[in-house]
Every structure is written in C-alpha cells, then in structure tokens.
C-alpha cells in the first residue's frame, strides 16, 4: 500500500510513467466498475472514469494507504455516478414536466394531488435530505448502502433519514 500512496502522487505530480502505470493498471478496474453500474454505456462510463481520474488527481495528498489505490479510485467513481445518477434524476423529472400528461379519471385526482404535494415538499427540503429520502424510499436502498454511497455511517444516516422525514413531515403540514 505504500507503493500504492508514491505511485499516486506521483502522478499528481505529473510523472509520466506513474500516469502511465495509473491508467495502464487502475483504469480498466475503475472502467469496468463504472461502466457495469451505468448499464454498458461507453460514452457516460468513459466521462465519470474522467472525472473520477480528475477528482484522484486533484485529491491524491488526501490518499493515505488505508487502501489499495483501485479502491481509492473506485470509491472516488461511486461518488461520481452517485452525481451522474442524481443528475438523470433531476432531468428525468424536467422531462416528464415536458410531456402531455394523459387524461386523469376523476378516482385519481386526489391520488395525483396529493403526490404532487409530496414533491413540492420535498423540493423544499434541502438536497442532503432530498437524496436519502429518495435512496430509502423511491430506490429501496438499505441504510447500510446509503451510508456507504455517503460516506457515513449506518446510525449518521438513520439519523438524518429521521431529520429528514420530519422535515418533510413539516413541509406537508405548512402546504396544507
């Protein structure tokens, strides 16, 4: 693992061959870890690889050893698409304001009223919020992978999902 630490910045610094040795060894790890999780899409796998490289880069005197550098790096990528897929969120959701909404039948309007109340309200909720309330609820992910995507841990994250739901608990309350 020391290596790994020189080998890093030793990039950072712009060595050549340590660049070299990065991409030649690291890069078709971090590759196939992105490009499984973004459902084989060269072009969105080689843009977060980019920028998860970027991001190495710029961090590697934050590296310390603790782990190998492919898991340095994969960590780093996890973060990347957790962006990447927040950011299909958001434009998803922009999308679907765009379409012609069919017919609703009278049974439904309550239904379709009161989930758009929701959404306003979580939209005033801060994005910290938003997004683990999303995670838990509308991805179905368990706390333990919230909290790794997070960076915290298991007891943070039950913390702020409970924050985070009486705030939106709030936001409900005051809409009414």
């Given at each position: ?122 939209g005033r909720l ?51």
């Open positions: 693992m020391v290596d790994d630490v020189a080998w890093v910045r030793a990039a950072a610094r712009g060595d050549a061959a340590a660049v070299r040795r990065l991409l030649d060894e690291a890069g078709p790890v971090v590759y196939g870890y992105v490009h499984a999780r973004v459902g084989g899409n060269d072009e969105v796998a080689a843009d977060i690889v980019q920028d998860t490289f970027l991001e190495a880069v710029r961090g590697a005197a934050g590296f310390r050893g603790d782990s190998a550098a492919t898991t340095w790096l994969c960590a780093i990528a996890s973060r990347r698409l957790a962006r990447h897929y927040e950011r299909e969120r958001r434009q998803a959701e922009a999308r679907r304001g765009l379409h012609a909404q069919p017919a609703i039948e009278e049974r439904d309007v309550e239904h379709v009223e009161e989930r758009d109340r929701v959404v306003r309200a979580l801060s994005g910290l919020h938003r997004q683990v309330l999303v995670m838990k609820y509308l991805d179905g992910r368990a706390v333990a992978d919230i909290a790794n995507e997070l960076g915290r841990t298991r007891v943070q994250v039950q913390s702020l999902l409970q924050r985070a739901r009486d705030h939106l608990r709030q936001e409900l309350e005051v809409a009414s």
